[in-house]
């Protein structure tokens, strides 16, 4: 049984890292995925982990050096400034986990709704997507991509990642395995992670995650 809070602990999962990988965390703070990566590998990763706030970077390499990870190497930069993702090659695998609405932590912080305003979800999905396309040619030939969100807004989720597929046809969707998560039920039929669960369900946190793979 999952707790409210794994939700975002399966993000790492999807990635599905392998030993020897080279891995891009594009919005990394405050770096539990990062950890989480180095610890399903046994550190033997390298990881690159970003963001464009100075003072979450540091709460990063804070938390990383708490935690004891070795392997990743820590940069300020905007995961939608192409220039700067560009400059940091290529990688195995890209994990974009993109400031989103938080809309997805509604049943244990109701009070997140009230901090959105009218459009704020469709102005956030252009974010997102500007960070989706920079990362996306820093994806290696054969290497994955996997897009997460902490939100249930069609438009920060299937809308981001439907429009990146129309437009990028060297992507196409890498549907997760159920016996890749801990509950294949939070899986939808495109194979992608929707832990929305209806009322009375297990009261997970609202997560989506996208895998697609580059051809």
Do not use: W
Request: aromatic share 6%; proline share 6%; hydrophobic share 40%.
């Amino acid at each position: 049984m999952l707790s409210r809070g794994g939700a975002s602990q399966i993000i790492a999962l999807v990635v599905a890292a392998l030993p020897g990988e080279r891995i891009l965390d594009a919005a990394a703070a405050p770096g539990g995925k990062t950890a989480h990566l180095a610890a399903l590998t046994d550190e033997r990763i390298r990881v690159t982990a970003t963001d464009s706030d100075p003072r979450r970077l540091e709460e990063t390499r804070t938390n990383l050096t708490r935690l004891g990870v070795g392997c990743a190497e820590l940069l300020l930069g905007d995961a939608a400034d192409s220039g700067f993702i560009s400059r940091l090659g290529t990688f195995d695998r890209i994990l974009l986990d993109a400031p989103c609405s938080n809309l997805g932590v509604l049943r244990h912080n109701p009070e997140a709704k009230y901090r959105l305003k009218p459009g704020d979800p469709e102005v956030l999905a252009r974010k997102q997507t500007a960070m989706l396309e920079a990362t996306a040619g820093a994806v290696r030939r054969g290497g994955a991509l996997v897009y997460s969100v902490c939100t249930t807004t069609r438009e920060e989720t299937y809308g981001v990642v439907s429009g990146f597929l129309a437009r990028h046809g060297e992507f196409s969707v890498d549907p997760i395995d159920p016996g890749e998560v801990p509950a294949g039920e939070i899986l939808d039929s495109d194979g992608f992670l929707a832990t929305f669960p209806p009322a009375g369900a297990e009261p997970l946190d609202g997560f989506f995650a996208a895998r697609m793979k580059r051809e």
